[in-house]
């Protein structure tokens, strides 16, 4: 694996993959990488000819200060992760490779930069108002820069996220589309633990109690999902409500059935339209988010 840190040795880099006629797989991260990572890079490996990891800490997408600084960052086993997974080029750039200090001025006095968008008008309508564009503003602003940002740079054919992040990637979609970007979005299926956790670079901040905790997640997304079909949409969100009063250490920040599509919540099942039940909750200083499909 090549390890690239400037946008110009990547693009000089690329350019010869192109031209040998190979394509390209990304899958961007934030680095602290876990076997969800890994899924993306052996899908991508299995759909294309290169594959190219990115770790880079997004300061845009980050409410608070102090979790960007409390967001860990470890290159080396990601490193050792990346190789024993096939990846072919890991690009770490600096900050000042992605951002101009005007962009991250903006970001400092809560403005939305949209430069990203290049002139174009980005609507994302309802999908980043809804769940954590409500918790987070400006969180998926963000998140849509530094990936529209990423693809131009590295150009993939494909990309690949994880579905843990569902509003994430349905954001990422509708940017795609909007921006009318050449490339396919592969969503990878959410990778868990063997009690259902599913993996977050997050979950390291966990205190042993709280680990043993938060399996409380799947659990309650497990039962929602096995009762769909013998209660109604309110009973569901009543008894996930009531498991999570019981609990000490986590707090319920929502719990939504939402349209796969709009994320907007549904008011009756309708499995003629796919839908699917997200969670985010809060422990004391982390907070995690999960979902399951539902149909
Ligand atoms: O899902 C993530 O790790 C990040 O949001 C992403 C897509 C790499 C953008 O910074």
């Given at each position: 694996?090549?390890?690239?840190?400037s946008v110009e040795k990547l693009n000089g880099y690329l350019t010869e993959i192109r031209k040998e006629g190979k394509t390209v797989g990304f899958a961007p991260t934030m680095g602290a990488l876990h076997q969800g990572h890994v899924s993306l890079i052996t899908a991508a490996k299995k759909q294309c000819d290169i594959v190219v990891c990115s770790i880079f800490v997004n300061p845009t997408q980050f409410n608070d200060l102090s979790d960007l600084e409390k967001y860990p960052r470890t290159i080396d086993a990601d490193c050792v992760i990346l190789r024993s997974a096939g990846c072919d080029i890991l690009f770490a750039p600096e900050v000042s490779e992605i951002y101009t200090a005007h962009e991250l001025e903006l970001k400092q006095q809560h403005m939305e930069d949209k430069s990203w968008t290049m002139g174009k008008t980005v609507d994302f309508g309802l999908l980043d108002k809804v769940m954590e564009g409500?918790?987070?503003?400006?969180?998926?602003?963000?998140?849509?820069?530094?990936?529209?940002?990423?693809?131009?740079?590295?150009?993939?054919?494909?990309?690949?996220?994880?579905?843990?992040?569902?509003?994430?990637?349905?954001?990422?979609?509708?940017?795609?589309?909007?921006?009318d970007l050449p490339i396919e979005i592969i969503a990878c299926p959410?990778?868990?633990?063997?009690?259902?956790?599913?993996?977050?670079s997050r979950n390291r901040r966990l205190s042993a109690e709280e680990r043993d905790e938060v399996k409380l997640i799947y659990q309650t997304?497990?039962?929602?999902?096995?009762?769909?079909?013998?209660?109604?949409?309110?009973?569901?969100?009543?008894?996930?409500?009531?498991?999570?009063?019981?609990?000490?250490?986590?707090?319920?920040?929502?719990?939504?059935?939402?349209?796969?599509?709009?994320?907007?919540?549904?008011?009756?099942?309708?499995?003629?339209r796919s839908a699917v039940a997200c969670i985010a909750v809060q422990l004391q200083t982390v907070r995690l988010i999960d979902n399951v499909i539902m149909y």
């Open positions: 694996m090549i390890i690239i840190h409500a918790h987070r503003p400006g969180h998926f602003n963000g998140v849509a820069q530094v990936v529209s940002k990423l693809f131009r740079i590295v150009q993939p054919v494909k990309a690949f996220f994880g579905q843990k992040d569902f509003q994430q990637l349905s954001v990422i979609r509708s940017m795609v589309k909007q921006l959410i990778v868990r633990e063997t009690d259902g956790l599913a993996m977050s997304l497990s039962i929602v999902k096995e009762n769909y079909q013998l209660a109604t949409i309110a009973d569901l969100k009543k008894l996930v409500e009531v498991a999570f009063k019981l609990s000490a250490l986590i707090k319920l920040d929502y719990f939504e059935i939402v349209d796969s599509e709009t994320l907007q919540p549904i008011a009756a099942f309708d499995t003629s």
